[in-house]
């Protein structure tokens, strides 16, 4: 099935999944939207759907478009206006000892393993279960040389990593993997203190943080980062 869309650039052909079972909350069915993968991408075309609430995996944009069901909400901060909280304080202090480097290509044989180790340990029930090595590197890829990796090391050792795109407006969080005998660290929240830093030194807008999901656990934490706007009726709005 396709649809189309006109995001101020030319109309844009989606194909649409079948539904499937949805993997976030039991019992949904799900529809993804993707562009049309035999459209020439470009970073301002990704910058644009980004905006619009799509998100890239791999060398694929897509967004959730369900028939009975809005439960996925685009979310981001706005970073010149961000205030850490007392919390993201203390993450910073506890991790003073961590070296964040930021790398344009991965050393696949160091990371695969602890990507590997992170989704067996923590998201058995997720997508991405098992991994396996070509799953990860298309997974994360590179399309559009947009990518960075953000390495977290600890006295030498890898410990974790944060996948980000730079886009024209602001910087996309794609993922983040670590070390899950490092959990009580905090490493995703010091990714995404991060990651906000890292778009303010780059004097761009936003920190695109995926989807938002009210009845998620795994999504909550979104909110702890403020002020948050969320995508919804074609418009962002600050969150409550």
């Not at 899950?180 to 010091?190: A, H, Q, T």
Request: glycine share 6%; charged share 25%; with cysteine.
């Amino acid at each position: 099935m396709t649809r189309d869309i006109s995001p101020d650039m030319g109309t844009i052909k989606l194909c649409l999944t079948e539904p499937h079972d949805c993997s976030y909350l039991q019992g949904r069915r799900s529809t993804t939207a993707f562009v049309d993968p035999e459209l020439n991408i470009d970073t301002q075309l990704y910058s644009k759907m980004t905006s619009m609430g799509f998100r890239r995996s791999g060398p694929y944009l897509y967004a959730p478009m369900c028939a009975q069901c809005n439960a996925c909400v685009p979310a981001r901060v706005p970073v010149a206006s961000f205030k850490e909280s007392r919390s993201q304080k203390r993450c910073w202090k506890k991790n003073a000892d961590i070296t964040i480097e930021q790398l344009d290509v991965l050393n696949i044989d160091e990371h695969f393993p602890l990507y590997a180790r992170y989704i067996n340990e923590r998201h058995k029930d997720g997508d991405m279960y098992p991994p396996f090595r070509k799953q990860f590197e298309d997974f994360l890829g590179n399309p559009w040389q947009s990518t960075r990796f953000l390495e977290f090391r600890l006295a030498g050792k890898l410990i974790g990593c944060a996948v980000v795109d730079i886009l024209i407006n602001g910087v996309s969080a794609i993922y983040t993997y670590f070390d899950p005998l490092y959990s009580d660290r905090g490493l995703g929240n010091l990714a995404v203190l991060y990651e906000i830093r890292m778009a303010q030194q780059l004097e761009l807008d936003y920190l695109y943080l995926g989807y938002w999901i009210a009845d998620c656990a795994k999504m909550k934490y979104k909110t702890n980062y403020r002020p948050l706007e969320f995508y919804r009726g074609n418009n962002w709005q600050l969150a409550d």
